[in-house]
């Protein structure tokens, strides 16, 4: 199965291909065979995402979208760290560590 993400052009968000548009939500996404790269290069084309790519996806237990490797897992799942324990632009002493 393969499937088309890139990134909203506006947002920069991970968006995923629905077979209609974009969507920021991996289950919405559809399998596009083979016809990935005309469909990427006429979204492309159109303005509407940055560069898009075909990547492979199975589906899970539940009969969901799952991006098979797991760089593009963390692209639409999300970051693997605790979002409490980055750092956030506001915080003072951001980048002002000792080493």
């Not at 469909?39 to 303005?47: N, T």
């Not at 979208?65 to 797991?70: F, Q």
């Amino acid at each position: 199965m393969k499937i088309l993400t890139g990134n909203d052009l506006r947002t920069g968000q991970v968006t995923w291909w629905t077979g209609q548009g974009w969507s920021i939500h991996v289950e919405d996404a559809v399998d596009v065979g083979d016809q990935a790269d005309a469909i990427a290069a006429r979204e492309e084309g159109a303005r509407r995402v940055n560069v898009p790519y075909a990547i492979n996806a199975e589906i899970d237990e539940k009969g969901g979208v799952r991006p098979a490797h797991i760089k593009d897992r963390i692209r639409a799942l999300g970051p693997t760290v605790r979002p409490d324990l980055t750092l956030k632009p506001a915080d003072p002493e951001a980048g002002n560590w000792v080493i």
